[in-house]
Nanobody, 124 residues
Framework: EVQLVESGGGLVQAGGSPRLSCAAS????????IGWFRQAPGKEREGVAY????????YYGDSVKGRFTISSDNAMNTVYLDMNSLKPEDTAVYYC?????????????????WGQGTQVTVSS
């Protein structure tokens, strides 16, 4: 059974730099694309960062480019999202997702498995 478990969320002050983790089980990262998405109340789901576990290529949403970094540890089957210079508008539930592709996937509908999400709240 495929499972994705996010952790590392919580209440963070503006300007903070938390790290989110997504631990995967039930499959190996080889030849998968992994993405981080977020959704704030009343807003649409937004793609944050994407990575190909095959070649390590990454892609970022415009709102986080230069502030967030996605990385993967294939041996640990874990993906990370390092968040820097957090702003109150980064407040959302953050989800990781996995899709079968050797390339980066930026479309949320193409992801096959999703975690339960972790809340990140940024206080001003």
């Amino acid at each position: 059974e495929v499972q994705l478990v996010e952790s590392g969320g919580g209440l963070v002050q503006a300007g903070g730099s938390p790290r989110l983790s997504c631990a995967a089980s039930g499959f190996t990262f080889d030849d998968y694309a992994i993405g981080w998405f977020r959704q704030a109340p009343g807003k649409e789901r937004e793609g944050v960062a994407y990575i190909s576990s095959s070649d390590g290529s990454t892609y970022y949403g415009d709102s986080v480019k230069g502030r967030f970094t996605i990385s993967s540890d294939n041996a640990m089957n874990t993906v990370y999202l390092d968040m820097n210079s957090l702003k109150p508008e980064d407040t959302a539930v953050y989800y990781c997702a996995v899709g079968r592709s050797v390339l980066v996937i930026t479309t949320w509908g193409r992801y096959d498995y999703w975690g339960q999400g972790t809340q990140v709240t940024v206080s001003s």
